[in-house]
């Protein structure tokens, strides 16, 4: 079956510091994948996709994303976090062109 | 260009109540999503619309969950009666086309029922 795994809840890091945020899944092709953030009380917003070519993905923010197919991963990345970073993340994917799954999301505090 | 509009954004209710939520598109996106969201989980597709029609609505409750899309625009949600499991935050979010295209979303509904 078709799945999306997120496995680390909650991460807490501190400002400056680098952050990878790892989401695995579960499918017999390359899916399309996607990172959102969800700040508290608002909408999901696209931090980066891919759908083929260079698996090294830049998106906003600052932030990138490495599509790994040995793996069947697509960890997120940002070298240095500031404190507005600090929301919940939301790694989706989407088969085929069928509807999108989206996974569990990683809580991520960040301290001065 | 104006985002994904939602309303009401806070809706509490008592359960077997009814409740409804609005949702307008980005002008020109095709395809409109309803997505439930639980707290502490990731978004879950309810119904999928490409212009007025359905898509998917293989998870949607559809003995309490109704949802439509007049003229392929705007689209309303409505849950009749209210259990109180339907508590969540309600995600309306469209796209030019397919759901690989990028997903703009709306601020959600958040319903509580009591």
């Known amino acids: 079956a078709q799945s999306v795994t997120q496995p680390d809840i909650h991460i807490t890091v501190s400002e400056g510091a680098s952050l990878e945020l790892r989401c695995n899944y579960s499918y017999g092709a390359t899916p399309y994948l996607f990172w959102y953030v969800q700040s508290p009380g608002q909408g999901l917003q696209l931090l980066l996709k891919?759908?083929?070519?260079?698996?090294l993905v830049q998106g906003i923010k600052g932030f990138e994303a490495e599509f790994k197919r040995s793996q069947s991963s697509f960890n997120l990345r940002k070298p240095s976090v500031h404190w507005s970073d600090a929301a919940e993340y939301f790694c989706a994917v989407g088969f085929n062109t069928d509807k999108l799954i989206f996974g569990t999301g990683t809580r991520l505090q960040v301290f001065p | 260009e104006a985002g994904v509009a939602q309303s009401p954004r806070y809706k509490i209710i008592e359960k077997r109540q009814s409740v409804a939520f609005w949702c307008n598109p980005i002008s020109g996106h095709a395809t409109l999503y309803w997505y439930q969201q639980i707290l502490g989980q990731g978004p879950k597709l309810l119904i999928q619309?490409?212009?007025?029609?359905?898509?998917?609505d293989s998870q949607l409750p559809k003995d309490r969950f109704s949802a439509e899309r007049l003229k392929g625009v705007d689209s309303t949600l409505k849950i009749q009666p209210a259990k109180l499991e339907d508590s969540a935050v309600y995600l309306c979010?469209?796209?030019?086309?397919?759901?690989?295209?990028?997903?703009?979303f709306g601020p959600g509904t958040r319903l509580t029922v009591l």
């Open positions: 979010a469209s796209s030019l086309e397919l759901p690989t295209d990028t997903q703009y």
């Open positions: 891919y759908f083929s070519g260079d698996t």
């Open positions: 619309f490409q212009n007025n029609g359905v898509v998917d």
